[in-house]
């Protein structure tokens, strides 16, 4: 039988969507006991007599988002040209988990993006500060409300591109993929108040097609992101404000931390969000240690 190319589209558990390049879907799994596929993977299918498929083999993929730990690793999606970071006024949005997303997106050599939502509710003065911050690390932000302005603005930013959304619970990705793609409904749930904290809507990744070059990746709302994956020095690379003061530190294996004549602290002596981001990096940099 003739193998052909699909591409995965949904990924859970043993069991896979995947759409040929005719457009058809198909239920498939994976040949022998590997899991080692994941959601935009290309991948080589026989299809069986009743109209499902066999994943025989996966095409080399241009790059990999995962999260990690010192146990584990968590794969995303694969295939990506951008990377979409989710955030919003309600509930409350931890500027940790932006930071690291933002650089496991730069990790893999992708476009960044924060998609700042909700914005019809009250913005605090904290998150409005860690908004402006990043718009001077250049990053570009997009100020949306999902359900009812500026979602044009987010459509342009997408176009020709396959973008992963991600974010925590609650950020309202998959109302996003709701008012893009009204033909191809995601789930969602209210807002758990009392918790702040939204329940988890999406318990897998899964593609959908916006148009014939467009395609946005919703992945489960994530509330940590490990980053064991990436060199101590390959933190500092991906972290906007730093980078330039590679190397002019008076140690060579300096730490950032209580060292004399450091460059990183020099640079957020008197800046809070540069201070917060050197926490961050900090933080990244130890866990790598643990």
């Known amino acids: 039988m003739r193998a052909i190319e699909a591409t995965v589209t949904a990924s859970f558990g043993r069991h896979y969507e995947v759409e040929n390049n005719q457009g058809d879907i198909l239920i498939a799994t994976r040949r022998g ?35 990690s730990d010192h146990n584990r690793q968590k794969t995303l999606a694969a ?21 690291r997303i ?25 998150d409005r500060q860690i908004i402006n911050y990043y718009t001077t690390l250049n990053y570009q932000v997009i100020d949306i409300s999902a359900k009812n302005q500026n979602i044009n603005a987010l459509l342009t930013v997408l176009d020709k591109k396959t973008s992963l959304l991600v974010g925590q619970s609650g950020m309202g990705k998959s109302t996003i993929i709701n008012q893009l793609i009204p033909h191809q409904p995601a789930r969602t749930n209210d807002i758990s108040a009392a918790l702040d904290s939204g329940k988890h809507t999406t318990t897998f990744t899964r593609r959908y097609k916006v148009n014939s070059d467009t395609f946005i990746i919703d992945s489960p709302g994530v509330q940590e992101f490990g980053l064991n994956h990436i060199s101590n020095a390959g933190l500092e690379n991906l972290f906007r404000e730093f980078s ?17 004549q450091c460059k990183f602290k020099e640079c957020a002596a008197n800046d809070p969000m540069k201070q917060r981001r050197l926490e961050l990096l900090i933080e990244l940099q130890q866990a790598n240690q643990r």
């Open 102 to 126: 933002l650089v496991a997106g730069e990790s893999n050599q992708c476009d960044t993006v924060i998609v700042h939502n909700k914005i019809d509710l009250p913005l605090s003065d904290r």
């Open 244 to 260: 330039p003061l590679i190397g002019q530190c008076r140690f060579h294996n300096c730490q950032h931390r209580n060292e004399p």
């Open 33 to 67: 006991k590997k899991q080692d596929i994941t959601c935009n993977d290309r991948v080589l299918i026989e299809t069986t007599l009743n109209n499902e498929a066999v994943i025989i083999d996966k095409i080399p993929y241009k790059n990999l988002f995962y999260r």
């Open 79 to 99: 295939n990506i040209d951008q990377v979409v970071a989710v955030i919003a006024n309600e509930p409350t949005f931890s500027d940790a988990l932006l930071a």
